[in-house]
């Protein structure tokens, strides 16, 4: 089936089915989205080339779900994207409004299910340098702004998180529930990528290996932390 589907160019029809301009420089597809089984979310996602300078990408999503309880989730995000040589620039920002958050518990109250449920609206935006520091090795430095809120506006008959501590499910509400976060974030990623470039057969190994700071600009003193992490995929 997939040699036939090949043999059948059906993958670039597809694809061209979707866009449109001159140069076919503009596209729009339809987006689904089951991350949350209980609320799948449809969108719409556009994508332009060469719009503001050669090499340049500018995208945008919208997305949303859970229509049986009005609109429990909105997304929408925005990013820029400007190639110089070998440099990458981009500048992104993004919002959501979210309620089907769930909250599992800290420390010894952690659980396999969840205790509580709560809603939230986040504010993103960021920039991002990339640069080719050799053939098969690319570094990106991030740096941007989170800020987000919490609420109780849940599915009727969810447990809320106020009402998780009045119950004494938790002892206490996690830390920037009532005030909300204002977070600063910086990360460093390194790829490393034997693969050759498209469409070559794509046969080798990737290793990504990222480090992440963050901290509360409202407390640094006391809300502040490091991440680090990595993958290796072949």
Excluded: C
Excluded at 9 to 35: E, W
Excluded at 79 to 102: C, K
Excluded at 166 to 194: C, K, R, W, Y
Excluded at 202 to 226: C, E, I, K, N
């Amino acid at each position: 089936m997939v040699s036939r589907a090949e043999e059948g160019d059906v993958l670039n029809k597809t694809v061209g089915f979707f866009q449109f301009g001159s140069r076919n420089q503009y596209s729009l597809f339809p987006i689904f989205s089951l991350a949350s089984l209980s609320t799948p979310t449809i969108g719409l996602h556009f994508a332009a080339t060469d719009v503001f300078a050669a090499r340049n990408k500018l995208s945008a999503q919208v997305s949303a779900g859970g229509f049986r309880r009005g609109l429990a989730i909105f997304t929408a995000s925005l990013s820029d994207t400007q190639m110089i040589g070998d440099w990458t620039l981009r500048l992104r920002g993004s919002f959501a409004r979210r309620e089907d958050g769930q909250f599992f518990g800290v420390g010894s109250e952690n659980r396999d299910r969840s205790l509580a449920q709560y809603s939230h609206n986040r504010v993103n935006v960021g920039f991002e340098v990339g640069h080719h520091i050799a053939e098969k090795a690319f570094l990106t430095l991030t740096t941007g702004y989170r800020y987000q809120t919490f609420g109780t506006n849940v599915q009727d008959g969810d447990v809320t998180l106020p009402g998780a501590v009045a119950n004494g499910t938790i002892s206490q509400l996690p830390s920037g529930f009532l005030e909300g976060l204002s977070v600063h974030h910086t990360a460093v990623n390194m790829v490393l990528d034997s693969r050759p470039r498209r469409p070559a057969s794509q046969t080798g190994v990737r290793l990504h290996v990222r480090m992440a700071g963050d901290y509360d600009v409202r407390h640094p003193d006391r809300s502040a932390w490091f991440t680090y992490g990595g993958s290796l995929h072949g």
